[in-house]
């Protein structure tokens, strides 16, 4: 599926699916078409000329003639790039059911959260060279741990012992815990400097976390 929006002019949407059908010597499978066309929200548009489509419009008939020849391997390049959310939400669930029926799925993003709520193993590049290859499960478990995000009173000043060890998240303060018996001596450092906490989360870390530190570990710009 291409970044940038490819198509001809010339054609209906059922019609560009049936062309690209076609370069792969399928024919007849109107059914497959008409299926594809109602899980990315298409069925309406499915006898309008290409040309009239929007941007996002011609994006779901991008992401549709990818899926027409039911290819056994999926290679998806920044599929929702400049997608909307009911297409990006559209697209993963057809592609996780295609994906669990046996269909490969090579997903290719810089959106980390797709990457760690989709795949199931997960592949690290720093200039074109892998610094990492596992299953996601095992990449958070060996590489991630917990933090404490705090959101202290307007006013409020972070005690100078602590600042050493929090960074910014926001409008509060994120510190990595080793295990949770930090939590309270963390919390009672800030009461004992006066400080008034208004909220207090305790967060997993995340697979962009991970990849920070991969990055940090290995020197260098990602």
């Known amino acids: 599926m291409p970044q940038e929006l490819v198509f001809d002019p010339f054609f209906s949407v059922r019609e560009t699916l049936r062309l690209q059908s076609g370069y ?106 892998v610094v990492a290859l596992d299953t996601t499960a095992n990449l958070l478990a060996r590489h991630s741990g917990r933090s404490l995000s705090v959101r202290l009173a307007p006013g409020a000043s972070l005690p100078e012992g602590l600042r050493e060890r929090a960074h910014e998240d926001g409008d509060g303060w994120r510190f990595r815990l080793a295990d949770c018996d930090e939590i309270e001596p963390l919390l009672a450092t800030l009461r004992l400097a006066g400080c008034r906490v208004d909220d207090v989360r305790l967060q997993q870390a995340d697979l962009e976390e991970v990849f920070l530190g991969l990055m940090r570990e290995t020197g260098g710009k990602p």
């Open 24 to 129: 792969f010597g399928i024919r007849n499978n109107d059914d497959w078409i008409d299926e594809i066309l109602a899980e990315l929200d298409l069925t309406g548009k499915a006898d309008t000329n290409m040309r009239r489509l929007s941007g996002g419009m011609k994006r779901r008939v991008l992401v549709a003639q990818a899926l027409v020849h039911k290819p056994p391997v999926i290679v998806l390049d920044e599929p929702t790039a400049g997608v909307d959310v009911e297409l990006r939400q559209g697209l993963w669930a057809f592609v996780s059911r295609l994906n669990r029926e046996g269909t490969t799925v090579i997903l290719t993003t810089h959106y980390l959260e797709e990457a760690e709520a989709l795949c199931g193993r997960i592949a690290m590049l720093k200039q074109g060279k």
